[in-house]
């Protein structure tokens, strides 16, 4: 079987790590897959890790940026069996080849509704002026999909709240599919003696580092700030301003831009705690962070969640702008000496939910279209 996989861009992302792991682990398993990637941005060196060359529809990072979403190439003349299209980026690609073979099955993951996840592209302005066009070409999009895969309840519930005049015509074909693509370490390998830090890692451009900033200058705990920043998102720049600024005024804080999976790992097992007070429709760094034994304090209202019995989503899963529960609850676990204890809890949890559940449960949906 023949099958494409369509992710935006080769940053390292969330979005980038599924679209490639899921490409290595069918290609290992007899699938003949291929990876789109819409633009050439910086390569994630875990393309490399798993061995696999992107097809790039665009090689001009700022050209592909800016008219992303209003072409496709000679590309999509290729015959493939079926489509995993990640977002409406990918969306638009697979439904435009979708359109030239109406044989292909096409299985859009959606992990953020309505959203269009390249910056600076022509379209992303048009659907953020505009944002009832976008509504629209999601529509369409879920429309022309034999299975719409979300990340979350968290994004089923946005999703099918976004399209409720349709909601009879999608309902049947959503399923949640969570991006469980970490790997738990083995329990002997978790980290007893924690390192005294706290750990944010992601994208350095969202609204948790700005709330983080907040909760930062009420501790007096070291914070290593893990991720990566596009140099022309002004975002990135703000908060970089920000946290450089606490430390001039004698706050520990340490930068690690791109760091490997290696470094990543060392990171989260090292940790006292992961942070992240903002917003996920899902979050799977949190998910890594719990698969090295680190314990996680998320934003209530983010998809991950869902993953931990009420106990513990009551006591790790905050509302995001509290920045008063946000101090006590992270000195309560560092200085409590909490960190270990709360980390195998979490570690145990990822035992069901992981690279290998993730990668059978959409075999079993691949089958199941083939």
Not at 9 to 34: F, H, K
Not at 129 to 151: A, C, R, W, Y
Not at 311 to 323: A, G, W
Request: glycine share 6%; aromatic share 10%.
């Amino acid at each position: 079987m023949k099958g494409l996989s369509i992710i935006h861009n080769t940053l390292p992302g969330g979005v980038q790590r599924v679209g490639a792991l899921e490409t290595s682990e069918l290609s290992r398993m007899g699938y003949d897959m291929t990876l789109i990637s819409l633009v050439k941005t910086q390569e994630w060196g875990l393309f490399k890790m798993l061995d696999i060359s992107p097809v790039y529809l665009s090689r001009n990072e700022i050209i592909g940026r800016l008219f992303s979403g209003l072409w496709i190439n000679k590309f999509s003349k290729n015959s493939f069996d079926f489509i995993i299209a990640h977002n409406n980026t990918g969306c638009q690609v697979a439904s435009k080849i979708k359109q030239k073979n109406k044989d292909i099955k096409m299985i859009f993951y959606l992990h953020d509704p309505l959203a269009y996840p390249i910056a600076g592209s022509i379209c992303s302005v048009i659907f953020r002026l505009l944002p009832k066009i976008l509504q629209k070409m999601e529509s369409k999009h879920i429309e022309t999909s034999d299975i719409v895969f979300v990340n979350s309840k968290v994004s089923l519930n946005k999703l099918l709240s976004n399209h409720k005049e349709n909601f009879d015509k999608i309902y049947n074909k959503i399923t949640i599919l969570y991006p469980t693509l970490n790997v738990p370490l083995k329990k002997q390998q978790l980290t007893q003696n924690k390192q005294n830090y706290l750990l944010i890692v992601g994208r350095i451009d969202h609204e948790a580092f700005y709330n983080l900033a907040k909760i930062i200058q009420l501790i007096d705990i070291p914070l290593v700030i893990a991720g990566y920043g596009h140099p022309y998102n002004p975002n990135f720049r703000k908060i970089l301003n920000i946290f450089k600024l606490l430390q001039h005024k004698g706050k520990d804080i340490t930068f690690v831009f791109s760091p490997s999976d290696e470094e990543l790992l060392n990171l989260y097992k090292n940790a006292s705690l992961f942070v992240y007070p903002g917003h996920e429709n899902f979050n799977m760094s949190a998910l890594e962070a719990m698969s090295a034994g680190c314990p996680i304090l998320v934003a209530d209202t983010s998809g991950v969640c869902e993953l931990l019995p009420p106990n513990l989503r009551e006591y790790l899963c905050l509302p995001k702008k509290d920045v008063d529960i946000w101090t006590d609850r992270i000195k309560e676990i560092v200085h409590g000496d909490n960190s270990h204890s709360l980390g195998t809890a979490l570690w145990r949890i990822t035992q069901r939910y992981n690279l290998n559940t993730h990668i059978q449960n959409l075999v079993k949906v691949l089958e199941g279209l083939l």
